[in-house]
């Protein structure tokens, strides 16, 4: 079998002032997968996607990205995992406007050692497998909503990385920019990229294959069309 891109093992996060955000959370993404992480709001989503996104550390329990455990990383091993295996996608595009959407597209390869010239091929083609290969020389103020978040797509996945990590991608689009930019991803997956997709929507949770659902800091179900497992509640104080 091959090993999974992703690997948390009971993964807990403690925030200064008592504050647990997740609490003995194991997750394992395997390579092909798109997985929609949903849950309502303070859950746990932005803390768990920080801790998949390199971006902080657990308070106990392993992270592993693409088999590496990121808290046996130095700094700057950490940055260049991030920078080579993780792509991301945000809410608010996080696009540069001073760039078009090819050099957009290319900062995703700056820290992949890529010569400049082959940058800005290898941006182009990204952008022509988002559907925006008459748009390369925009920039993001001369785009729709939906397509900035195409050109943000393209820079996830232009150094093909083992794990796009999409945070409420549909987020700022209205409903039909939305549904075309999680089509995208549908698609980009059925090429192989591996997502996982942060939502606090059901039903675009329901439209993906896996959906692996946190509650109060704690998955609760993990469901596949293979089988669904749900996680007993640990009791609460009255129940004991
Ligand atoms: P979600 O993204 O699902 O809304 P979060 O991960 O942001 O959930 O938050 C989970 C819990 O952790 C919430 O109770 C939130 O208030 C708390 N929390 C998040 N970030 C911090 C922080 N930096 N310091 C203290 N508490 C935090």
Do not use: C, W
């Not at 597209?105 to 800005?120: E, H, I, N, S, W």
């Not at 941006?123 to 559907?131: F, K, Q």
């Not at 946190?214 to 004991?240: C, H, M, N, W, Y």
């Amino acid at each position: 079998m091959t090993s999974p891109v992703l690997a948390l093992r009971a993964v807990s996060k403690h925030y200064p002032g008592g504050v647990t955000a997740l609490y003995d959370v194991s997750l394992r993404i395997r390579a092909g997968e798109l997985v929609g992480i949903v849950g309502p709001s303070g859950s746990g989503k932005s803390t768990l996607l920080h801790l998949i996104g390199t971006l902080d550390l657990p308070s106990s329990g392993t992270v592993e990205v693409d088999g590496q455990d990121v808290s046996s990383l130095t700094d700057r091993r950490l940055s260049a995992l991030r920078g080579s295996r993780l792509g991301f996608v945000f809410q608010q595009f996080h696009l540069s406007d001073a760039l078009t959407a090819t050099e957009n597209v290319a900062t995703g390869l700056l820290y992949a050692g890529v010569r400049r010239k082959d940058r800005r091929a290898l941006a182009v083609s990204a952008l022509e497998r988002v559907g925006l290969g008459h748009r390369t020389g925009h920039r993001p103020h001369q785009l729709s909503g939906g397509e900035r978040q195409r050109v943000a797509i393209a820079r996830a996945v232009v150094n093909n990385p083992a794990l796009v990590l999409a945070d409420e991608p549909t987020g700022a689009l209205d409903t039909a920019n939305g549904q075309a930019v999680l089509e995208l991803l549908k698609e980009l997956n059925r090429q192989g990229t591996t997502i996982a997709l942060i939502t606090h929507d059901r039903d675009i949770a329901a439209s993906l294959p896996r959906q692996v659902e946190l509650r109060d800091g704690r998955i609760v179900s993990d469901a596949s069309a293979d089988q669904t497992v749900r996680f007993p509640r640990p009791r609460t104080k009255d129940e004991r």
